[in-house]
């Protein structure tokens, strides 16, 4: 078979072998008994990373010499990894249900192989255990052998992928399906004050002008109309701008590439001026992914732009939703069915029942805000208390409904 690679089995055991469309582009880079090794070829970003399909030994010694054997293979690897299939071992005693209680030691040496190659688990959507054996009563027993193992930069280039756990009939496992691609849902972007920004004199220019407009009303209205036009005004800077460091700083070291190929003696103060640049621009990048990981416990100037990407990934696949069940059991896909599910359940949650003689109970209650403790709540709040508690807030946190964050108001208090 032309889209096809395989290795036999031994006896009645093992074996092992993989098959593919035009859709793809598959190349088996390295194989042995237990395992394929095939790169993988995106068609149309051209990013390249290993699928290695494995199914391991369910002898514990066998199966040790085969986890070193990958961990050695995987170490030679400069690329992505995702390590896929039976591997006849679990990592916890929650994977298994039925027969006898594992000791924790016997899960060290898998804990181990996922530390030692770098590796995460993908996590499954579906029923949790992948193989049972088939019998019934006491003696039934299900486990998750079957399992996707990915590495770090493969799970941020591929955030949203998802491994479901398939029925197959005629076999004692499921299927495993991982979708690197999974259908796309179209949202607007909540326009959101850039830490980047304060980098730039144009902005504050920008603020400047607009805080100066004359408005009549209430001082409440006027706060919220010049909030408002700050942030159209800086919407469309940044669109003119086209703001992109990771862009500017490639075409910058392009260029001190060339001038040190002309000889950097000749051009030491541009190169310097060059590489200035850069550092400002990569100090640029920290900043703005430092705000949309929402991580506060490093510190700024240190060069964390990779761990707060992580995060940044990671957080928008824990707020990925792909699916709910709704009252009747029903599980949904659709975007809009899940999104009139949501409305449904929190309209009825938030509706009245229709309580009376609410007062019978209320008038139980003792009453501890006495009056003066009461003026004292709801008197007008001054600015020096306005202030002390913006300025005790974290700058990249909680921005209100028009996108603005405290580091906003912080830095221009001055001029606000």
Known sequence: MKNGFWIDPIGLSGGLGIFWNNSVCFEVSKFGSFFIDVKVKCLISSVTWHLINVYLSPEDCVRYTQFQTLIDHVGSLNSEVVIWGDFNDILDAGEKRGGLLRDRWSFIRFQSFVEDCGLADLGFKGYPFTWRNN???????????DRALVSSQWLLNNNQASL????????????????????????????R???????????????????DQRLSGSQLFCLVQK???????????????????????????????????AGREFFHDKITALEDKVAREWEKEENYWRQKSHQKGLQLGDRN????????????????????????????????????????YFAKLFSSEGIQHTQQVTSLIPRRVITDMNNNLVKPCTSEEIKAALFEMHPSKSPGYDGMTAGFFQRYWDIV
């Open 135 to 145: 019998r019934a009563g006491v003696d039934f027993i299900e486990s998750r052998l």
């Open 164 to 191: 479901e756990h398939l029925d197959c009939v005629g076999s004692d496992h499921k299927a495993l399906l991982l979708n690197t691609m999974p259908e796309s849902r179209k949202h607007i972007t909540p326009f």
């Open 193 to 211: 004050f850039d830490a980047r920004w304060f980098e730039h004199e144009k902005v504050r220019r920008i603020i400047e002008e607009q805080w």
């Open 227 to 261: 909030v408002k036009c700050c942030r159209l005004a800086l919407r469309s800077w940044r669109v003119k701008q086209k703001l992109n460091s990771k862009r500017v700083i490639d075409e910058t070291n392009k260029e001190i590439k060339v001038l040190e190929t």
């Open 305 to 344: 732009t990779s761990y707060f990407h992580a995060c940044t990934a990671e957080r928008r696949r824990r707020n990925h939703i792909s699916g709910i069940e709704d009252t009747q059991g029903v599980w949904l896909t659709d975007q809009n069915s899940m999104m009139a599910e949501f409305q449904n």
